[in-house]
């Protein structure tokens, strides 16, 4: 008895947990000029909605409409004369099939083997814990080539910890060094698929040499844990830190949402640009924070571009979704060298395009507030400003089939990892080519 109770509240604890999006919809939209972009912002404000991608060259955007909110949301659009359709009624049975899929994904353990040296499958994604767990392992049994650092702690405490890759334990300063990070955003999931197979490419069934001989890397998967934790837990499309000490105005709630007034957007929390393109509103999903860096797991990010910039030739903030290579500055300003970024980027997207399945956009290239919308206090901005020449953010792609966007197709993932890291050589090589040039310079 006590056992078939116990099932029955994992059960229900399970399908639960998405209570909060029952009736809530997807709807497709496109705009035809910046006033209906302005719009659409403000009806995020005013109404709760949730943009989860903006329409760009190669797909229409995207947005999450409240239940209560839904009839409001479909005449304001209409009146804007803003073309929209609804995608997925109820969001919340979506939810429901991923976390079914997840669970019996889930049940295929992992070994707890300390000394395997195995690398995690990409057959489903795995918790936080069981990347941490994995690192530990991967640090122990390839000390010839990973180093686990500890840059710092989350808002709630949780290590940021990351794998420094190098054959030479990053002494060799003639190399250059690449750092990319997943997971800022915590709901988009697909991301970590492209941290993890990078490692593993690298470090456990490494058959390119010259990426691990030639470049050193800094690899952090889970760049926002807390957010990553809570998005397992509680809400899976939840986007910021968890930061909830920050008094705000109770207008700012919008009634029924009060759970969003928890949290700053990390990538608009960055010294550059700071608070001109972003939300001071505490309960908006792109709330930048009370200063510059106010966040614990920005400053991680900080530090290390801070400690390696010397070296750092190719930053990698990786997003999803949307078949992007975007670069700064996220205002629409182009940096001086923006030529080299927009090549470079051409590199990386052609690369991922090759090997891309048919059905999916190829990649667009070019500068994020021109492509997208303007946006401040990016990650890459940031990087670009201290020095590094060639910054990224990447949207990756999203796969067709998975409905709701930010779910995951399991049987997906490793195709999901493999082509991003086509892109990742791609911009690994030429930064490690050019690199020696420079350095040759000097
Ligand atoms: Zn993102």
């Not at 955007?61 to 073309?83: Q, S, W």
């Not at 629409?332 to 080299?340: K, Q, R, S, Y």
């Not at 090549?343 to 507030?369: M, Q």
Request: one cysteine or more; hydrophobic letters at 35%.
């Amino acid at each position: 008895m006590f056992r078939v109770l116990t099932v029955f509240l994992l059960v229900s604890v399970v399908y639960a947990k998405h209570e909060i999006y029952e009736g809530w919809s997807n709807y497709e939209f496109e705009v035809e000029n910046e006033a209906q972009t302005k719009y659409v912002f403000m009806l995020e404000d005013q109404l709760g909605l949730d943009i989860w991608s903006h329409p760009g060259p190669s797909h229409s955007g995207m947005v999450l409409v409240p239940k209560d909110k839904k009839e409001e949301a479909a005449h304001k659009l209409r009146l804007a004369g803003i073309k929209f359709r609804p995608t997925v009624d109820n969001v919340k049975e979506q939810l429901d099939i991923e976390d079914r899929i997840m669970a019996a994904a889930s049940r295929r353990t992992v070994s707890s083997d300390i000394t395997s040296k195995a690398a995690l499958p990409l057959d489903r994604v795995y918790t936080w814990e069981e990347v941490e767990d994995y690192m530990v392992r991967l640090a122990r049994n390839y000390p010839d080539k990973v180093t686990l650092v500890n840059g710092g702690s989350s808002f709630e405490g949780r290590p940021i910890n990351y794998l420094r890759i190098s054959s030479t334990n990053f002494q060799d300063t003639s190399k250059p060094v690449v750092f990319m990070q997943s997971l800022l955003h915590s709901r988009e999931w697909l991301t970590q698929a492209a941290a993890l197979y990078a490692i593993d490419k690298l470090v456990v069934n490494n058959t390119e040499s010259d990426l691990i001989n030639d470049i050193d890397w800094i690899i952090v998967p889970t760049a926002n844990p807390d957010g990553f934790v809570y998005s397992h837990e509680t809400d899976r499309w939840w986007r910021k830190n968890r930061r909830d000490d920050i008094e705000f105005d109770s207008e700012e709630i919008i009634p029924g949402l009060e759970d969003w007034c928890v949290g700053v957007d990390l990538n608009r929390n960055h010294d550059v640009d700071w608070a001109s393109f972003s939300s001071n509103k505490v309960c908006a999903g792109d709330f930048h924070g009370t200063a510059p860096f106010s966040e614990p797991e920005t400053s991680v990010t900080k530090r290390i571009l801070d400690e390696h910039k010397d070296r750092i030739e190719l930053f990698l903030d990786i997003h999803s979704y949307g078949s992007y290579v975007l670069y700064p500055y996220g205002t629409a300003i182009l940096p001086p060298n923006a030529l080299m970024l927009h090549r470079v980027g051409i590199l990386i997207g052609n690369a991922i395009d090759a090997v891309k399945l048919p059905e999916n956009p190829n990649y667009t290239v070019g500068n994020s507030g021109l492509v997208l919308y303007r946006a401040s206090g990016g990650t890459d901005d940031y990087a670009l400003s201290v020095g590094v020449p060639y910054a990224y953010t990447l949207e990756l792609t999203q796969f067709r089939g998975s409905n709701t966007r930010f779910s995951v197709n399991l049987a997906l993932l490793e195709q999901g990892g493999y082509e991003t890291f086509e892109g990742i050589k791609a911009g690994a090589r030429f930064v490690r080519d050019n690199y020696r040039m420079r350095k040759d310079r000097q």
